[in-house]
DNA sequence: GACCGTTTGTGAACTCGTGCACAAAGCGGT
DNA sequence: ACCGCTTTGTGCACGAGTTCACAAACGGTC
């Protein structure tokens, strides 16, 4: 597998030498659970196939997968876990420490801000913000709430490099560009908005009524299709 | 159990004569969020530019979408919103009710009961439990705690028919299989694991670790791709 | 060292989703 | 009724992602 040979001199921000594609990685963190879970229960090496079947996909897309970063498997045996939970978290970034500012502290606020999944692998909650007075002052899993004025200093100060939107709908825009205005380029929105970001900016939502919509969709088609067999 | 292992070939789609692409319902919900935005805002007619560009997509792939579902614009003019709305809520199904019980009272199933996306579009949520005897019994969003023991009464009962996970992980695949036994056939999972389904069942799965991860990776290639143009 | 069963890594075919470009279709003005 | 302007719906080409199938590689055994 050759390095990308950049010969275009023109200065095009992505698709250099991604070589790793976006649906990969999104499976990769799954990947790493997994792993983990093995590594727990003392196992030293598994086999695409076994690895396949706890992750949930196919074990050729699995290996696909695999190969994008490098041969760390070895034929006839499989794959060391340890190792490939290594070669996993560096091709993800997760040798690197990334701060995060949690902005709203409302129910999800809440509930983000204990989520234990923020404490391991290299993410650290920074701060918490909002914009409701009454709730500035108030600790939260350790940390105390900063009134939303604070977000420019706070993430300057702790060199915060993703944003979290846990606010109502009518400020997530707002506060979206007030993050990627001093620097964020990474931002997690649950907010039921479409974020509008510069082109460097990367958006990922999460958005229980969508979900829920879709799931209402193979219900209905599953009722359907029932009825119809009837 | 009944997943697809080694050997047979057999695909496990479940799409029988879906007319419909899966990608193409994931975006109906949020065309049909921009939708309601432009209705409140008393707009009787919109062109497929105007609802790409509020719903983050290409005006090419909005008209695709929506030509999948019926010949519903008047070409010269655009799409009729009210019209619309109608269309892409009886394609989804949300003509329908749906009956929801949350598993787990955790911060996150706190947040989840307070949820106003429940309570829109056909979504009620029936009941809360959780397996904490000490959480039994309090009230939350008007909507008292029960015991995870009487979750198949509970089912039975209010027909539901969409059960969402918040437990912990070392709970969710039993929670599931007893959510699936007793004729529950779409989950959402917010516990980090892979949920074992049989394959009528239709799962999806909000991770925010691997949310987190997926923009470490790219906050990592971002800032490697700074470092080697300069 | 050669053989054997196992498992990886990957070319190749195939499916699915996206973007382009344009003809068909409607509306309003003359 | 015609013309010109606007916008939809869609055929087509392209690219991304998935699955298949198999040769190459490896450890263990004789």
Redesign the interface.
Known sequence: MSVAVSGDGL?R??A?R?SISEAT??R???Y???LAGFADGGIATVSS?QLA????VGPAKLRKDLSHLGSYGTRGVGYDVDYLIYQISR????T?H?S?VIVGV???G???A??A??G????RVAALVDADPARVGETIAGLEVQHVDELETIVKEHEV??GVIATPASAAQDVCDRLVACGV??V?NFA?V?L?VPE?V?V?K?????????????????SL?AQAAR
């Open positions: 200065p921000q992505h250099r991604t990685v999104a990769l963190p799954v790493l659970r997994v196939e079947v706890a992750a949930g091709v993800l970034g997760l690197q990334y995060v409302g129910n999800l809440h509930a983000l204990g989520y999944g923020f391991t692998r290299g993410f490099s993703i380029t990474s997690l039921p479409v509008n460097q990367d990922r999460v958005d229980l009524s969508i979900e829920l919509q879709i799931l209402a969709f193979h219900e209905q088609r599953k299709s």
